[in-house]
Nanobody, 122 residues
Framework: QVQLVESGGGLVQAGGSLRLSCAASGRSFSWYALGWFRQAPGKEREFVAAVTWSGGSIYYADSVKGRFTIFRDNAKNTVYLQMNSLKSEDTAVYYC???????????????WGQGTQVTVSS
């Protein structure tokens, strides 16, 4: 069993930056791929980024490519999402999730955090 807890959300102006963190506890998550998803009000949950357990392969949604960076520190059991050049359309609840293999489909993920709110004001 893995517990995931996100932090770092908040209110930021358009063009600004935020760094989200997701701390894992429970069993070792070193061999799990980790992903970030987001869900805006009235919209479906969508894939943002994912990273393999080694950090060697990384995947991004086209909407965030070039602006967001996902990286992990297995020694700290933490995965991060650095978000730069934020836009109002990035406003959503952001969730981290764990899966044995990286995927863009949320149904492939076994473990989920509770989410953290990111609000970008224009």
């Amino acid at each position: 069993q893995v517990q995931l807890v996100e932090s770092g959300g908040g209110l930021v102006q358009a063009g600004g930056s935020l760094r989200l963190s997701c701390a894992a506890s429970g069993r070792s998550f070193s061999w799990y791929a980790l992903g970030w998803f987001r869900q805006a009000p009235g919209k479906e949950r969508e894939f943002v980024a994912a990273v393999t357990w080694s950090g060697g392969s990384i995947y991004y949604a086209d909407s965030v490519k070039g602006r967001f960076t996902i990286f992990r520190d297995n020694a700290k059991n933490t995965v991060y999402l650095q978000m730069n050049s934020l836009k109002s359309e990035d406003t959503a609840v952001y969730y981290c999730a764990g899966t044995p293999r990286p995927a863009r489909d949320s149904s492939e993920y076994d473990y989920w955090g509770q989410g953290t709110q990111v609000t970008v004001s224009s």
